[in-house]
Nanobody
Framework: QVQLVESGGGSVQAGGSLRLSCAAS????????MGWFRQAPGKEREGVAS???????EYADSVKGRFTISKDDAKNTLYLQMDSLNPKDTAMYYC????????????????????WGQGTQVTVSS
């Protein structure tokens, strides 16, 4: 069963922090890669961070040094710790997995993601 459920979004002032969580079904959590994407109004969905089964992480240049992706294998849960947030980080954030699913396929680095959650909104005010 394909299930990805995000939580932890909200409104925060610039400079603040949020921690996103994504609870995944066993099927998708077993994907070679898990990741976080975001989509701002009027813009395309873009990759933010990904993590492999070995824990190796990759980040978009725009979030390097501010965001940290991690996972808890015992809980089938993916996290995104976001620090030093700024208004440009305002977007709907989506959890994703690199399994073959019926959703839109988007590349991040060399990985293809097509399993998607419903998203959680992050709003950063100045």
């Amino acid at each position: 069963q394909v299930q990805l459920v995000e939580s932890g979004g909200g409104s925060v002032q610039a400079g603040g922090s949020l921690r996103l969580s994504c609870a995944a079904s066993s099927y998708v959590y077993g994907s070679p890669f898990m990741g976080w994407f975001r989509q701002a109004p009027g813009k395309e969905r873009e990759g933010v961070a990904s993590i492999g089964g070995d824990g190796r992480a990759e980040y978009a240049d725009s979030v390097k040094g501010r965001f940290t992706i991690s996972k808890d294998d015992a809980k089938n849960t993916l996290y995104l710790q976001m620090d030093s947030l700024n208004p440009k980080d305002t977007a709907m954030y989506y959890c994703a997995a690199s399994r073959t699913c019926s959703g839109q396929a988007i590349m991040f680095g060399a990985r293809r993601f097509s399993c998607w959650g419903q998203g959680t909104q992050v709003t950063v005010s100045s």
